[in-house]
Nanobody, 124 residues
Framework: VPLQASGGGLVQAGESLRLSCAAS????????MGWYRQAPGKSRDLIAEVTRYGATNYADSVKGRFAISRDTDKNRLTLQMNSLKPEDAGVYYC???????????????????WGQGTLVTVSS
């Protein structure tokens, strides 16, 4: 499933950014969705996720500052980032589970897709 991530940029510490990830293509519905961050020389870590049932989960470092949401009608995932800190900087990737019914076999098929990444830079 093609994903288009956007919204990254350069901000000063304390400012806000809003990331967006739009899913397109053919699928029946979207499952779990999340945002990951990868800083230079570090692993790609989960920042926030929202399950197919609407439950949310955040990394401890962003709790109270970031808010993840999903728009089922528009197949869109959003991450509102407030009170940004220099340590929040990195490339942010959206990850989406899409579900498509395999009518031949009569069962759902899940596929994981990643967005292309959007760069967030926070100056102190």
């Amino acid at each position: 499933v093609p994903l288009q991530a956007s919204g990254g940029g350069l901000v000063q510490a304390g400012e806000s950014l809003r990331l967006s990830c739009a899913a397109s293509g053919r699928f029946d519905r979207l499952g779990d969705m999340g945002w990951y961050r990868q800083a230079p020389g570090k692993s790609r870590d989960l920042i926030a996720e929202v399950t197919r049932y609407g439950a949310t989960n955040y990394a401890d470092s962003v709790k109270g500052r970031f808010a993840i949401s999903r728009d089922t009608d528009k197949n869109r995932l959003t991450l509102q980032m407030n009170s940004l800190k220099p340590e929040d900087a990195g490339v942010y990737y959206c990850k989406v589970d899409s579900i498509t019914m395999d009518h031949k076999w009569g069962r759902p098929v899940e596929m994981i897709s990643w967005g292309q990444g959007t760069l967030v830079t926070v100056s102190s």
